[in-house]
Each structure stands twice: as C-alpha cells, then as structure tokens.
Nanobody
Framework: QVQLVESGGGWVQAGGSLRLSCAAS????????MGWFRQAPGKERDVVAA????????WYADSVKGRFPISRSNAKNTLYLQMGSLKPEDTAVYYC???????????????????WGQGTHVTVSS
C-alpha cells in the first residue's frame, strides 16, 4: 500500500498559479496509475487529471484542460499538478490518489482508486 501526502495548496488571486505536490511513500509512484481530484463545498469529489501506469498517458477534465498539467517524478517519488490561470471556481480541497489498475489508459473513476491523501486546500479569490 502506498501512502500519499499532498502539499502546495493555499490562497491565490484569480489568474495566479500554484503547484500541488503529492509525495508517496511505501511504494514508487511509477507502479501506480495516479490522479488528482477535487471537492468543493457541498459538491461531489470529481477527477481533475489522471496519468496512466504505463506510458504516462494523461487525461484532463474539460474545466482544467490546458491549465493544469499533471506530471510525476520517479526520482522524487512525487506526483505534481501545476495549476495556472486559476479561477474562483477552482476553489476546492484537492486530493491525490493511486490506483493499482494496470494499463496505458488513465483512470478517471474515483472508485478505482484505493489510496488517497488527506487533501490540500486551494482558495482562489476574484
């Protein structure tokens, strides 16, 4: 089982940038499909971006496409979400997650993820 710890959240004005990090321990991130999710107050947890176990295939929600590239560093055993051109509607708690499902297709169903971090808050003011 992999343990995940997010960091990098905070408060930022609209148009600004943040980089979220997800440090893994126990196993290496390149042995998992990984994803970033977010949950705004009163709303369901939704997938934001995902990267596949094999081949590094990427998937993005339409709302963040072109603004939030996902990446991972095997050397640092860390998953990243570089958040740019932030909007107030990006305000949420952001979670990283790991799935042991093999394959080259990014996993976008949160029920397929077994390991979750504790979340990091992102607040974007207008």
């Amino acid at each position: 089982q992999v343990q995940l710890v997010e960091s990098g959240g905070g408060w930022v004005q609209a148009g600004g940038s943040l980089r979220l990090s997800c440090a893994a321990s126990g196993r290496t991130v390149n042995r998992y499909a990984m994803g970033w999710f977010r949950q705004a107050p009163g709303k369901e947890r939704d997938v934001v971006a995902a990267i596949s176990w094999i081949g590094g295939g990427e998937w993005y929600a339409d709302s963040v496409k072109g603004r939030f590239p996902i990446s991972r560093s095997n050397a640092k055993n860390t998953l990243y979400l570089q958040m740019g051109s932030l909007k107030p509607e990006d305000t949420a708690v952001y979670y990283c997650a790991a799935s042991a499902i093999l394959g080259s297709t990014p996993i976008t169903d949160l029920n397929q993820y077994a390991s979750w971090g504790q979340g990091t808050h992102v607040t974007v003011s207008s």
